[in-house]
Nanobody, 123 residues
Framework: QVQLVESGGGLVQAGGSLRLSCALS????????MAWFRRAPGKERELVAA????????HYSDSVKGRFTISRYNGKNTVYLEMDNLKPEDSAVYYC????????????????WGQGTQVTVSS
């Protein structure tokens, strides 16, 4: 079955950078649109960024636009989230998600989820 495994979270100071990775196994990666969501304590899960199967079309939430970059390398079955100029409000558990269709913006658009990776940004 399809499995998604995230890596790359951690603790960073405000203004710093982190890169998250998510590897998909169990199916053909380039059939999937991929996304990153996050959930902060006491808040709803929200879309951070999404990318279509080819990597040509991307979507970002307004809160991360200009600071985060989503990309994918189909040859490695991996999607990335490069996070720059991190802020304390970016602290959350970040989840990788996939769907066998075009890009979606809602969490229930996605059928497959990773276990999550914690990102903590200190002020």
């Amino acid at each position: 079955q399809v499995q998604l495994v995230e890596s790359g979270g951690g603790l960073v100071q405000a203004g710093g950078s982190l890169r998250l990775s998510c590897a998909l196994s169990g199916d053909t990666f380039n059939r999937f649109a991929m996304a990153w969501f996050r959930r902060a304590p006491g808040k709803e899960r929200e879309l951070v960024a999404a990318i279509n199967w080819s990597g040509i079309n991307m979507h970002y939430s307004d809160s991360v636009k200009g600071r985060f970059t989503i990309s994918r390398y189909n040859g490695k079955n991996t999607v990335y989230l490069e996070m720059d100029n991190l802020k304390p409000e970016d602290s959350a558990v970040y989840y990788c998600a996939g769907r066998l269709s075009r890009v979606g913006t809602l969490f229930n658009d996605y059928d497959y989820w990773g276990q999550g990776t914690q990102v903590t940004v200190s002020s």
